[in-house]
């Protein structure tokens, strides 16, 4: 199975920073990476496809990076709004995985 | 509107067996991949079955193989999750979700694009 790893797993940061997240695969999944943003009490939704193709709907201040086995989730401004816990996800085996999440908190 | 609703969770003990649901409307239910993603109190989510258009193939977790079982009924738009020898460990909200794709150079990129609400599974005596 692939893993998935994120870090950091939590960080705090104030409104207008900006914020990356790393994800890494175990093995090389080309493009094949998703992120997702969950609020609590909420299902998630669908922020980035294919590692850097943006989702309709999504705020332009949210981009993707990456391929092979190291990716990358950036809020250029980081909005009140933008407080979650966020996800990457490969689909490149038959068997799906997710990281482990890491919670963005606003000072 | 594309909508998912899921239904059928509840309270079960060690051992025991349920069945959930989810209403698919909005969308040409017989065209998509559709999966099945756990979470687990205070836990990050967890992809757990895959199904494709026609039912012909279905994916698991490794934690649920043999005991888990994806259908679906194209006709009813509907998507289903048997559940048996449920484990303690398998409390979670569960939700159902949509699997779309995007093309490019000969290449499929699935994610899932629309989520469900979740419905809650507790597993316990």
């Known amino acids: 199975d692939i893993q998935m790893t994120q870090s950091p797993s939590s960080l705090s940061a104030s409104v207008g920073d900006r914020v990356t997240i790393t994800c890494r695969a175990s093995h090389s999944i080309g493009s094949y990476l998703n992120w997702y943003q969950q609020k609590p009490g909420k299902a998630p939704k669908l922020l980035i496809y294919a590692a850097s193709s943006l989702q309709s709907g999504v705020p332009s201040r949210f981009s993707g990076s990456g391929s092979g086995t190291d990716f990358t989730l950036t809020i250029s401004s980081l909005q009140p709004e933008d407080s979650a816990t966020y996800y990457c996800?490969?689909?490149?085996?038959?068997?799906?995985?997710f990281g482990q999440g890491t919670k963005v908190e606003i000072k | 509107e594309v909508q998912l609703v899921e239904s059928g969770g509840g309270l079960v003990q060690p051992g025991g067996s349920l069945r959930l649901s989810c209403a698919a409307s909005g969308l040409i239910f017989g065209t998509y991949w559709m999966s099945w993603v756990r979470q687990a109190p205070g836990r990050g989510l967890e992809w757990v079955a895959n199904i494709k258009q026609d039912g012909s193939e279905k994916y698991y977790v490794d934690s649920v193989k043999g005991r888990f079982t994806i259908s679906r009924d194209n006709v009813k738009n509907s998507l289903h999750l048997q559940m048996n020898s449920l484990r303690a460990e398998d409390t979670a909200v569960y939700y159902c979700?949509?699997?779309?794709?995007?093309?490019?150079?000969?290449?499929?990129?699935?994610?899932?694009?629309?989520w469900g609400k979740g419905t809650t599974v507790t597993v316990s005596s």
């Open positions: 979700a949509r699997a779309d794709y995007y093309a490019n150079s000969g290449n499929f990129y699935y994610h899932l694009d629309v």
């Open positions: 996800q490969q689909s490149y085996s038959i068997l799906w995985t």
